[in-house]
């Protein structure tokens, strides 16, 4: 099980910190992404981490500006999210994969969270 937190309104420029606990799974051994989906749009990919921390991919459009971490002692994994547009608002949504190097596309990851929802304001 996937919990993620951390939405809310915010103005364009601010921050916002995502977070999501796992349990139920080998979280260690778990590579983590986030992915994204904005009304009347596919959900898309944001971020993965792999198992340690040691590999990390981020889509273009978010480079720069967002930083996903993870902290395995507490089964959790964070997106730190800065320099906001309102293009960002979108449902966000953790997912966990058990591969070893995070992927870009939905159907590599088999684990889901409910999602949160992020507004950023003009």
């Known amino acids: 099980q996937l919990q993620a937190c951390g939405g809310g309104l915010v103005q364009a420029g601010g921050s916002l910190r995502l977070s999501c606990v796992a349990s139920?799974?080998?979280?260690?051994?778990?590579?983590m992404g986030w992915f994204r989906q904005a009304p009347g749009k596919e959900r898309e990919f944001v971020a993965g981490?792999?198992?340690?921390?040691?590999?990390?991919k981020y889509a273009d459009s978010v480079k720069g500006r967002l930083a996903i971490s993870r902290d395995n002692a507490k089964n959790t994994v964070y997106l730190q999210m800065n320099s906001l547009k309102p293009d960002d608002t979108a449902v966000y949504y953790c997912?966990?994969?058990?591969?070893?190097?995070?992927?870009?596309?939905?159907?590599?990851?088999?684990?889901w969270g409910q999602g949160t929802q992020v507004t950023v304001s003009s």
């Open positions: 981490i792999g198992w340690s921390g040691g590999s990390i």
């Open positions: 997912a966990a994969d058990r591969s070893v190097v995070p992927g870009v596309f939905e159907g590599q990851y088999d684990y």
């Open positions: 139920g799974l080998t979280f260690s051994r778990s590579v």
